[in-house]
């Protein structure tokens, strides 16, 4: 668009004289016009002007004139005068410091100086003292910068207000007494959820449940529980007494987490069953090693038999095959070995 | 066309002392200081990723969440290229710095326009329109125009040199 400063206009146009003549068909055309061809000298020639410069004004004639006031200035206004009329002053200048805020803010967008009233500045000077920072107006590094003005203290609390119906207050035992979790609520299930963005909000990793569950709580027998290690195998943790399942195998977190409950339900009716070969379990095939039918409580049993004034006792049996059982289903430390040495050594009454 | 191999060695010779200088980030200014620096270009090369360069931001740059990191790389390109030609009359600083968030799977085009040449509202509520929705429909994904308006070219000027 270019402005309307400087005005041309043809004048003296002789081809537009011309036309006009012949449209009006006036006297004017037949009469002898200098510069057109019917004029003609004495020999009967064309008389051919000389060309000197165009029969118009041209611009820097008219500007010149226009300059030192010998032709009237046409003032004309702008194209988009209307647009540019309602053209506001910006918002934050006619705001009312009683205004609820979130609702003039009520959601995350890029910074906007026409609505933020605070007179905030933004980027750096080399010296501050004698330039202030830039302004606010037109400053791309207030854009840039992701805001938190919908986040103020009041539109948290609003939130929270509002979403107060859907949600149940958390046990206030379980907060007294936190050992009641592990009773309580036997089963954690954990997953994660991934925040981020592009065409596909996405993430194939969300999908995966981790499904914790505190095997006591199952109040399984003796050989059910056995049972259950041996399918369990290394998803059992013995020392804290927790099954892990871990499901990644369906395409949904839902799934997975449908599927995890599945495995728990065929797991423990599984170990719950006995089948007819489980009778024929030999003491080989027991996961911990037995001090109840050992040769070494056999051998000490004999031994109270054949020497009835020794001065072993049923008591000191049960507190050495507590100590013979850990000793022999733990891995073997240096000591553990003293200790072993120094109560058979207690129970045979050898001194050290 | 035929060529001496002498001479084509001897002149790949030269034997004068190197006289760059290092020149990075050094301007010369005009005569009035005229030349409109915005707060982008008057930062040093050495302030590229702190003060400067920020004009996208998406997670897919993150560890472990480089997942379509050339495809967002391509949608800021095409984001920019038809800013730039939609807007030619508004554009400051011929389109350079627009800044493109990505928030979720919306993505947010935010910088400076101007009015200067000439302000027709309607328009310009169409062309936003009109831009969000082609947008949307090209990268499958919501855009948003956060584009702000300044008068002139003046008013993103952070100094003149």
Same mark, same amino acid.
């Given at each position: 668009?270019?402005?309307?400063?400087?005005?041309?206009?043809?004048?003296?146009?002789?081809?537009?004289?011309?036309?006009?003549?012949?449209?009006?068909?006036?006297?004017?055309?037949?009469?002898?016009?200098?510069?057109?061809?019917?004029?003609?000298?004495?020999?009967?020639?064309?008389?051919?002007?000389?060309?000197?410069?165009?029969?118009?004004?041209?611009?820097?004639?008219?500007?010149?004139?226009?300059?030192?006031?010998?032709?009237?200035?046409?003032?004309?206004?702008?194209?988009?005068?209307?647009?540019?009329?309602?053209?506001?002053?910006?918002?934050?200048?006619?705001?009312?410091?009683?205004?609820? =805020?979130?609702?003039?803010?009520? +959601? +995350?967008?890029?910074?906007?100086?026409?609505?933020?009233?605070?007179?905030?500045?933004?980027?750096?000077?080399?010296?501050?003292?004698?330039?202030?920072?830039?302004?606010?107006?037109?400053?791309?590094?207030?854009?840039?910068?992701?805001?938190?003005?919908?986040?103020?203290?009041? +539109?948290?609390?609003?939130?929270?207000? +509002?979403?107060?119906?859907?949600?149940?207050?958390?046990?206030?035992?379980?907060?007294?007494?936190?050992?009641?979790?592990?009773?309580?609520?036997?089963?954690?299930?954990?997953?994660?959820?991934?925040?981020?963005?592009?065409?596909?909000?996405?993430?194939?990793? !969300?999908?995966?449940?981790?499904?914790?569950?505190?095997?006591? !709580?199952?109040?399984?027998?003796?050989?059910?529980?056995?049972?259950?290690?041996?399918?369990?195998?290394?998803?059992?943790?013995?020392?804290?007494?927790?099954?892990?399942?871990?499901?990644?195998?369906?395409?949904?977190?839902?799934?997975?987490?449908?599927?995890?409950?599945?495995?728990?339900?065929?797991?423990?009716?599984?170990?719950?069953?006995?089948?007819? =070969?489980?009778?024929?379990?030999?003491?080989?095939?027991?996961?911990?090693?037995?001090?109840?039918?050992?040769?070494?409580?056999?051998?000490?049993?004999?031994?109270?038999?054949?020497?009835?004034?020794?001065?072993?006792?049923?008591?000191?049996?049960?507190?050495?095959?507590?100590? =013979?059982?850990?000793?022999?289903?733990?891995?073997?430390?240096?000591?553990?070995?003293?200790?072993?040495?120094?109560?058979?050594?207690?129970?045979?009454?050898?001194?050290? | 066309?035929?060529?001496?191999?002498?001479?084509?060695?001897?002149?790949?010779?030269?034997?004068?002392?190197?006289?760059?200088?290092?020149?990075?980030?050094?301007?010369?200014?005009?005569?009035?200081?005229?030349?409109?620096?915005?707060?982008?270009?008057?930062?040093?090369?050495?302030?590229?990723?702190?003060?400067?360069?920020?004009?996208?931001?998406?997670?897919?740059?993150?560890?472990? $969440?480089?997942?379509?990191?050339?495809?967002?790389?391509?949608?800021?390109?095409?984001?920019?290229?038809?800013?730039?030609?939609? $807007?030619?009359?508004?554009?400051?600083?011929?389109?350079?710095?627009?800044?493109?968030?990505?928030?979720?799977?919306?993505?947010?085009?935010?910088? $400076?326009?101007?009015?200067?040449?000439?302000?027709?509202?309607?328009?310009?509520?169409?062309?936003?329109?009109?831009?969000?929705?082609?947008?949307?429909?090209?990268?499958?994904?919501?855009?948003?125009?956060?584009?702000?308006?300044?008068?002139?070219?003046?008013?993103?000027?952070?100094?003149?040199?």
């Amino acid at each position: 668009m270019h402005r309307i400063s400087s005005i041309s206009l043809r004048q003296k146009s002789t081809l537009a004289d011309k036309l006009r003549a012949a449209v009006t068909g006036s006297d004017k055309s037949k009469q002898a016009v200098l510069g057109s061809l019917t004029v003609k000298d004495d020999g009967g020639e064309d008389f051919r002007e000389l060309y000197t410069m165009p029969k118009r004004k041209l611009r820097g004639q008219l500007q010149l004139e226009q300059a030192t006031g010998r032709a009237e200035v046409k003032q004309r206004s702008r194209m988009d005068i209307n647009d540019r009329l309602a053209v506001r002053q910006p918002r934050s200048e006619e705001m009312n410091p009683d205004q609820e =805020w979130s609702n003039v803010w009520p +959601a +995350a967008r890029s910074f906007a100086s026409s609505v933020v009233p605070l007179p905030v500045r933004m980027g750096t000077r080399p010296n501050v003292d004698k330039r202030a920072p830039f302004k606010k107006e037109g400053n791309l590094e207030l854009v840039k910068i992701p805001n938190f003005l919908h986040l103020t203290p009041a +539109a948290i609390e609003k939130h929270c207000n +509002a979403i107060k119906k859907f949600c149940t207050p958390f046990p206030p035992e379980l907060l007294a007494d936190s050992s009641l979790q592990q009773s309580e609520l036997p089963i954690t299930v954990q997953y994660n959820t991934y925040i981020h963005q592009g065409t596909n909000i996405r993430d194939i990793r !969300s999908r995966v449940i981790t499904m914790t569950i505190d095997v006591n !709580s199952l109040k399984l027998s003796e050989s059910s529980y056995n049972k259950l290690v041996r399918l369990a195998k290394d998803r059992y943790d013995e020392k804290s007494g927790l099954l892990t399942i871990i499901t990644d195998r369906c395409h949904t977190r839902k799934q997975n987490l449908e599927y995890a409950y599945y495995l728990l339900t065929v797991l423990f009716h599984e170990s719950n069953k006995l089948e007819s =070969w489980e009778n024929l379990e030999e003491r080989a095939d027991n996961l911990k090693v037995n001090f109840e039918t050992s040769q070494v409580r056999q051998k000490l049993v004999d031994l109270i038999e054949t020497s009835p004034n020794s001065q072993i006792t049923q008591e000191k049996i049960d507190e050495f095959g507590k100590m =013979w059982k850990t000793y022999r289903n733990s891995e073997e430390t240096v000591e553990s070995t003293r200790e072993y040495s120094r109560q058979i050594k207690s129970l045979l009454g050898i001194r050290a | 066309m035929l060529r001496t191999p002498g001479i084509s060695a001897c002149r790949q010779i030269s034997t004068t002392s190197c006289a760059m200088k290092n020149k990075a980030g050094k301007h010369k200014s005009t005569v009035n200081r005229t030349q409109l620096l915005t707060y982008e270009m008057a930062q040093k090369p050495h302030h590229i990723g702190v003060r400067k360069s920020w004009l996208t931001w998406h997670s897919q740059n993150l560890e472990e $969440f480089r997942q379509s990191q050339p495809v967002v790389v391509a949608q800021d390109e095409i984001i920019r290229r038809f800013i730039r030609g939609f $807007f030619p009359q508004n554009v400051v600083i011929s389109g350079n710095e627009l800044v493109i968030k990505r928030r979720g799977n919306v993505c947010i085009v935010a910088g $400076f326009l101007q009015y200067s040449r000439r302000l027709d509202i309607r328009r310009i509520y169409w062309m936003f329109g009109f831009a969000e929705e082609f947008l949307s429909i090209l990268l499958k994904q919501p855009v948003k125009l956060e584009l702000a308006f300044v008068e002139t070219e003046d008013d993103v000027a952070y100094n003149y040199i």
